[in-house]
Every structure is written in C-alpha cells, then in structure tokens.
C-alpha cells in the first residue's frame, strides 16, 4: 500500500512532525539558572500547545498509509492524545497557583517547598496524563500488537520508523523532565545548583532520567486497557478529578496565603487527601 502524489508528502512529513514536537519542548526548559533557550512567560501553555503537534504527526501518518490498521491506530491515539490533554493542562495550573506565574524559570525558583509536598495528587494525574499522552502502557492502544499488528507506524521502517520510535523514547524523558520542573524542584536541589551550571544541569538530567524510569516502570508493569475503559476512566474520573482539585487548590492557596510554611503545607496536603479520599468514595 505504497502512497502517492500528496499522500507520499504528507506520508514522509510525519516522522519529522513527529521528532519535531518532542525537540521544540526542550526551547523551555531551564537546565540551570543561567541556562535556558528562551524564558516564555507562558512556558506551561507553550508545553501544551507544541505537544499537540504530535497528535497531528500521527493522525497524518495514520491516514497517509493506506492502510486500515494504520487508519484505527491513528483514530485510537488521538482520541486518547485531546482526551488527556485536559486534565494535563488542569493539573499544571496548579504549580501555576503556586508561583504565580507559567514561566517554567519562575516554577523552579519558586520551589523552596517542592510542590508535590503541597499537591501530590496533581503530581499523580498529570504523570497519567503524560503517560496516556505517550502512548505507553496501560494506554498504548494504538499500537495493540494482538489487533492492529503495529498501530499508525504500521507501514513505516527504517529510519522513518526510527524518527518515531527516537521521538516517542524522547517524549517520555522529556516528560520526566517536565514532572521533576513542576513538582520536584527542577535543577533546584539544597543549593547545590548554586555551585555550578553544570551540577544543575546534571540534577535536572537526573530527576528526568528517575521520571523516565517511573514511566517505564509503568510500562513493563501494568497490562493493556480495553480504549472504552480508557476514555471512560478520563472522562468520568481523571477530567473532573482535576478540575475539582484546581478550585479547591486556588481556594486554599487564597486562604492560607499569609499562613506560616507548616500550616500552608498540612492545609494544602489535607485538601489533596480529602479531594482523594471523595473521589474514590464516588468511584466506589
């Protein structure tokens, strides 16, 4: 099923959208105080925004393959790629809330209390959201060996395929990389980043590399779900899960915002705890 005239276009473009998406992520991100490509004031939106241009990478190479594998494959992972979408752009207004600002320089700095200790269930949903946006186990229905043979890349080999499989192993450490900036303090780490760039540049790598680990555990460890559970578990559960947990954030950040630091970390984690706590009550 050899493509031609546009389709042979749009067919060899997608690889280079694909690897493209993932490189432009990396124009924000501050590998040290003094070292960061460009500091956008709306770094977080960016992320957003430059992520999406793989669902439209894989939607091209899904149709342009002529193939109806290939076809399903694309549907499948860009239902799952808008659907996440959400709730990830909801859990990053909350290291937002935080710092009072989406530049991705200004998060860092403004974690002298890493922001998981303050909102460890927006650091959990957005991990399942990166995940889901990855196409990783559980959420790697595109590629559901036993249905669809190899998913949207079906038609693709040699170093086509490998600009997909390249992009999609960079995908997951540069989310790593994005979990350990608005959670886990960045290249922050007991000031240590304030010795070198270079020791700040090799705490980040390896708070991404530990992310990336985290997401690969996940992978090996967790079976496929059916694309039904899937949506149903992000729409119904994970998508107003994290609204509800923005507005009790904004809510509690307003009240305890002159509190002392231990009285506006034990506020923050026990909103996080009951938010939890009610969700699963209604799950059950």
């Keep these: 099923t050899t493509p031609d005239g546009a389709d042979k276009v749009v067919y060899n473009l997608a690889p280079m959208l694909s690897m493209m998406s993932v490189l432009i992520l990396w124009a924000v991100v501050p590998l040290a105080p003094v070292m960061l490509g460009v500091d956008l004031n709306a770094g977080a939106l960016f992320i957003i925004a430059a992520g999406s241009i793989g669902t439209l990478s894989i939607i091209m190479a899904g149709w342009s393959s002529n193939n109806k594998f290939s ?3 694309a549907f499948r992972q860009v239902a799952v790629m808008v659907s996440f979408e959400i709730p990830m752009l909801a859990t990053l207004l909350i290291p937002t809330i935080f710092a009072g600002s989406m530049g991705m320089n200004a998060i ?3 974690q002298d209390i890493w922001f998981v200790l303050l909102s460890p269930l927006a650091a959990l949903s957005f991990l399942i ?5 990855l196409g990783r186990a559980p959420f790697d229905l595109a590629e559901g060996e036993s249905e669809l043979v190899s998913g949207y890349n079906i038609e693709y080999s040699g170093m086509k395929f490998g600009m997909f499989y390249a992009g999609e192993l960079l995908h997951a450490f540069t ?4 979990w350990a900036i608005f959670f886990f303090g960045g290249y922050r780490f007991f000031g240590l980043e304030k010795v070198s760039p270079f020791l700040a540049i090799a705490i980040i790598l390896f708070k991404a590399l530990v992310g990336y680990w985290v997401i690969m555990w996940v992978k090996y460890t967790v079976m496929r779900i059916r694309i039904d559970q899937m949506l149903a578990f992000n729409w119904k559960f994970l998508t107003p ?3 509800v947990l923005v507005m009790v954030t904004a809510l509690m ?3 305890l915002r002159d509190a002392s630091s231990w009285l506006f970390i034990t506020g923050m984690l026990l909103s996080n705890v009951i938010v ?3 969700s699963l009550e209604f799950v059950r």
Excluded: K, P
């Design 175 to 178: 989310f790593g990389g994005f």
């Design 71 to 73: 076809v399903i494959g």
């Design 108 to 110: 860092i700095q403004s």
């Design 129 to 133: 959201a990166a995940i889901a946006e």
């Design 276 to 278: 939890a706590w009610i």
């Design 241 to 243: 899960v994290a609204f």
């Design 253 to 255: 950040n307003a009240l």
